[in-house]
Every structure is written in structure tokens, then in C-alpha cells.
Nanobody
Framework: QVLLTESGGGLVQTGGSLRLSCAAS????????MAWYRQAPGKQRELVAS???????VYADSVKGRFTISKDNAKATVYLQMNSLKPEDTAVYYC?????????WGQGTQVTVSS
């Protein structure tokens, strides 16, 4: 129904930046229904950034002021700009979209921040 294709992960040094992209194909979806999650080794998957019903943005406390979520409605694409990266940000990052009655997930992209 929906295919989410992620890109932009990689290996960076502490203080570096990366921009993740997630493009939806197949069924039409609302970019506002897309969000970013991450899962670090030995940790539960956590919500990193998302949009509210009113169109505002919400961030995990650990990334506030450093990460920015944005979207391109015409391209059904969501982005995550990550600045001032820390080793604690090392994780597999996943794009998610709610498209009733299912949730769809991207394949995941590895982000590694070296000390």
C-alpha cells in the first residue's frame, strides 16, 4: 500500500550534521501523518519528532534545539535535519506514517556519531 524509502544516514563526528529524508510512494498519504523514530542498541524505539493535528512540531526533550522536522507535501516527503550531533544520538532512525487502518515503516537508516 505504502512504501517509505529512507536516505541520509551515515557516520559523523561529534558536533556534525546530517539530514535524513523519507519519501512515500504508492498510496497517497498526508505528510503531516509522518514522523521520525529511533532505536539505539539495547533501548526501546522512541519518538523523535512529529507533527500535531494543528500543524505544529513536537520533539523529544533530548533533541530539542538540535533537530528540525519538515515536510514537502507535494513530494509526500518528510525530512529530519540533525545538528550538533552527540554520541547519544547513535541509533537506527525510522520513518513512520499512519495510513488507516495501518502504520507503515521505512527500512531504517543507521546514524553513528563518533566520540
Amino acid at each position: 500500500q505504502v512504501l517509505l524509502t529512507e536516505s541520509g544516514g551515515g557516520l559523523v563526528q561529534t558536533g556534525g550534521s546530517l539530514r535524513l529524508s523519507c519519501a512515500a510512494s504508492g498510496s497517497r498519504v498526508s505528510a503531516n501523518a509522518m514522523a521520525w523514530y529511533r532505536q539505539a542498541p539495547g533501548k526501546q524505539r522512541e519518538l523523535v519528532a512529529s507533527f500535531t493535528s494543528g500543524g505544529s512540531t513536537v520533539y523529544a526533550d533530548s533533541v530539542k534545539g538540535r533537530f528540525t522536522i519538515s515536510k514537502d507535501n507535494a513530494k509526500a516527503t518528510v525530512y529530519l535535519q540533525m545538528n550538533s550531533l552527540k554520541p547519544e544520538d547513535t541509533a537506527v532512525y525510522y520513518c513512520n506514517v499512519r495510513h488507516w487502518p495501518l502504520d507503515y515503516w521505512g527500512q531504517g537508516t543507521q546514524v553513528t556519531v563518533s566520540s
